[in-house]
């Protein structure tokens, strides 16, 4: 019998125990740390023995990996993988999975919320209403020189750095409120852009072009900090800077300075490195920041996508099939070698 280990999950939630039994799978739910709690021994002490793991936010760390000797897949519970080597995996012949187009609608309409609240000041003004200052002391804080100007969204620019699956959900949405959209993706290619009606450029430029920047890369060791002061400098002062990516990807220290010293207009964060923050994170004080609770993902159906999918990647291993997902593919070879052929 098979056996696959969830070291993460939430109570009442149906992780696919019942697919699992149409194969003779037993999934057992074994509930470990996550984040900076997370423990490598944690984690093999319950998987130890898993030919399937379900996970996030957990450290699959090569010293881990090299341990799990009946393992052949990862399933990471989301888009996001970079807690998993997943080079490591691959050079022992496991298969890594991400559910790479959940929550692509929420994530996208997110961005575009930040980006809205920010271009309209809705928290500033609601801040003054909630003060009693019922007639617009935001357009008399702008016309003053105290807050920056508000510009009219048809003809701003949208620049989208990294241009995956959420980043293009994102374009006809920008587009509807007649955004322009350029985007960075050094994977990416020119044709790519075309199809959408975007343009590819670099970074730099990007950056002095946008009016809104909003992050869409991967989490890895190239991208960490991949935003620092020098790059928040390049951006227009009236420009807002949007995030529902992950906090690592931009230097906070920096987006703080960007921020207070209006280097930039303003902020909509739905990540922050790290999470939950420390209380004393100086951009909960800014008033010029909007931030939400890494929710973007969130709706009912995607919910109900982010668990089910999951388990039925897994599964699909270890009835002998290619998983939907797949995200080392290179890793078929030293696989096949190591499990036997695959469908």
């Known amino acids: 019998m098979f056996k696959i280990v969830a070291t993460f999950f939430i109570p009442n939630v149906d992780l696919g125990e ?10 057992v739910k074994r509930l470990c740390r996550t984040g900076a ?23 699959y760390t ?15 519970i989301g888009i996001g993988y970079d807690w998993i080597d997943v080079q490591a ?7 890594v999975v991400n559910v790479p187009d959940y929550c692509l609608e929420e994530v996208s309409a997110h961005a575009m919320a930040l980006l809205l609240a920010c271009s309209r000041k809705l928290v500033r003004v609601f801040d003054a209403v909630r003060a009693g200052k019922w007639n617009s002391a935001v357009p008399v804080e702008i016309r003053q020189g105290i807050q920056p100007p508000m ?26 409120f007649g955004l322009r959209v350029i985007a960075y993706d050094p994977r990416v290619t020119a044709s790519v852009g ?9 970074l730099d430029r990007l950056l002095e072009q946008s009016d809104f920047v909003s992050l869409h890369a991967s989490l890895a060791t190239e991208t960490r900090h991949m935003l620092g002061l020098k790059e928040l400098k390049k951006m227009k002062p009236t420009a807002y800077f949007i995030n529902t990516a992950r906090g690592g990807l931009v230097d906070e220290e920096a987006l703080y300075t960007a921020l207070s010293e209006g280097y930039i207009a303003g902020a909509g964060l739905d990540v922050l490195d790290p999470e ?3 209380p004393d994170n100086p951009l909960l004080k800014l008033h010029n920041v909007i931030i939400t609770a890494h929710m973007a993902q969130y709706s009912d159906r995607a919910e109900q996508e982010l668990w089910r999918r ?17 995200v080392n593919a290179q890793v078929k070879e030293k696989f096949v070698a190591r499990w036997g052929e695959m469908k």
């Not at 984690?43 to 996970?55: E, F």
Request: hydrophobic share 40%; net charge neutral.
């Open 310 to 326: 999951p388990a039925e990647a897994a599964i699909q291993v270890l009835k002998g099939e290619w998983p939907r997902g797949l």
């Open 151 to 176: 510009f009219r969204l048809k003809g701003q620019t949208l620049g989208l750095v990294g241009f995956g699956n959420i980043a293009r959900t994102l374009v006809p949405m920008a587009k509807g």
């Open 62 to 76: 090569r010293r881990v990996i090299e341990r799990l000797r009946k393992c052949r897949v990862i399933s990471a």
């Open 37 to 59: 709690e997370a423990n490598e021994d944690e984690l093999y002490a319950v998987a130890q023995d898993a030919d399937a793991v379900i996970t996030n936010i957990q450290p």
């Open 18 to 27: 019942e697919n699992a039994k149409e194969i003779g799978a037993e999934l």
């Open 194 to 202: 075309q199809q959408y009606g975007v343009e590819l450029m670099g």
């Open 89 to 95: 995996a691959t050079d022992h012949g496991i298969c």
């Open 276 to 278: 939950p923050p420390n």
